[in-house]
């Protein structure tokens, strides 16, 4: 069973006073417990970093400490995904073609790294936005750590 991991579920994970820590951890660690295979794409590393870096946690997670968990998190067990530039230009056009704006193309080159490789469910606490923008062949697999 392949599983695919939006950032925001990892940026719950690694912020103990996130709102959402407790079952963000769980649900990785019960992946790594697990004989399932972890997805997540190659941008969701710098949108990690971008997030960790620029979010006003207290305290802070500075650069080099966002660096470190990213070492800690992304290792062996988790599979990235990185789509070709034909890929990511069609996700761009079919974004565009459906009217997407600003930072909902994060979401669309998820679904697409995720329906790449062939994952079976979907974790985002974005669930909205992205239930909003999948395909109707996705749509339901897209979860919640919550549910």
Do not use: W
Request: include cysteine.
């Amino acid at each position: 069973m392949n599983i695919y991991f939006d950032t925001s579920v990892f940026v719950a994970a690694s912020i103990a006073q996130h709102p959402h820590h407790v079952p963000a951890r769980d649900i990785l660690q019960s992946l790594h417990k697990s004989k399932r295979d972890g997805y997540t794409s190659t941008h969701t590393l710098a949108e990690f970093y971008s997030v960790l870096t620029r979010a006003p946690f207290k305290p802070p997670v500075y650069p080099a400490e966002a660096s470190q968990l990213i070492e800690n998190i992304f290792d062996s067990s988790m599979n990235l995904v990185a789509l070709t530039a034909k890929e990511s230009r069609s996700a761009i056009k079919d974004s565009a073609l459906k009217g997407l704006t600003g930072g909902k193309i994060h979401d669309a080159l998820h679904l697409t790294c995720a329906a790449k490789a062939s994952c079976d469910f979907i974790y985002t606490f974005n669930l909205r936005d992205f239930r909003l923008i999948a395909d109707e062949s996705i749509r339901h697999r897209i979860r919640s750590p919550l549910s």
